[in-house]
């Protein structure tokens, strides 16, 4: 079972590019970085999910920020945990997937969700409650465009003519696509318009061996011979993440604390034993 790390790539914490650094020396295979634009400001949003830590507000650009940590390192997996796919253009964000995963030499790991705060989503001019919908249309998009020389969608959300885009990602056909989620149609979605799942912790066991066993049976049927399952925000436990191994969790991703280089590498030495442990 692999292991990665995500933090908040906030202005005030470790540099994306000494944090990459440090998470590829201790042995980790991945780097999540999660996004949002910006915060709304007002009472609503305040009104509907209370007060946020800073780092909701201050993140760095995704991609500028991953980039950073590609640079820093030679085979680290970069990933995006989550890329708020409603919140943006497919065509500008299939390129930056794509020079991403050319210039990193083939590391992209491609999270995406839909996102939850109502108010961010509207300012982006989406519905909330047609977010996955767009999600969903938004990804296909961007998987004609890495895969065709010529490119067109034609959906409701996402409409576009025959287009020409490169770069082509490194990986083939592009890289992965890692579903979030864990609502009731999630395993449609991963096979909808996905590559494997990555469900947040917190989930029962026995929920999640059920689900996974559902989502592998339903894969294989069209033809999928095995979907790979991340578990986000998973707790540093030995024998919780033997749990989650054992009912055949692929890949599990420590949260790290956004804080200054000091704190968040005295936090990676703390459970870098992990990654040999649980390794193959």
Request: aromatic share 8%; hydrophobic share 40%; proline share 9%.
């Amino acid at each position: 079972m692999k292991v990665g790390i995500a933090m908040f790539p906030a202005d005030f914490a470790i540099r994306p590019d000494e944090l990459a650094r440090a998470v590829e020396e201790r042995g980790f295979e991945s780097l999540f970085l999660p996004e949002h634009t910006h915060l709304p400001a007002g009472e609503r949003t305040r009104r509907e999910v209370g007060e946020l830590p800073p780092h909701f507000s201050h993140t760095h650009d995704l991609f500028v920020a991953l980039t950073y940590a590609a640079a820093a390192t030679s085979e680290l997996k970069v990933a995006t945990g989550i890329c708020l796919v409603p919140q943006r253009d497919p065509l500008t964000t299939a390129k930056a997937v794509a020079s991403l995963d050319v210039l990193s030499g083939g590391r992209v790991l491609f999270g995406v969700g839909a996102g939850w705060i109502s108010e961010e989503l509207e300012n982006h001019g989406t519905e909330p409650s047609r977010r996955w919908a767009v999600l969903a249309e938004r990804v296909k998009a961007m998987r004609e465009i890495w895969g065709n020389e010529v490119a067109e969608f034609h959906g409701e959300h996402v409409d576009f003519g025959p287009v020409r885009s490169w770069p082509k990602p490194r990986q083939s056909p592009h890289p992965p696509v890692l579903v979030g989620g864990s609502g009731p149609r999630v395993a449609r979605r991963v096979l909808d318009f996905g590559d494997e799942w990555m469900p947040h912790a917190g989930m029962p066991l026995d929920e999640l061996s059920g689900r996974i066993a559902e989502l592998r049976r339903a894969g294989r049927a069209v033809g999928r011979a095995h979907v790979p399952v991340t578990v986000f925000g998973a707790e540093p436990d030995p024998a919780g993440l033997e749990g989650l191994r054992e009912v055949g969790v692929d890949r599990v991703v420590l949260y790290a604390p956004p804080a200054d280089g000091a704190e968040v590498k005295g936090f990676l030495d703390s459970v870098a034993p992990l990654v040999e442990r649980f390794r193959g």
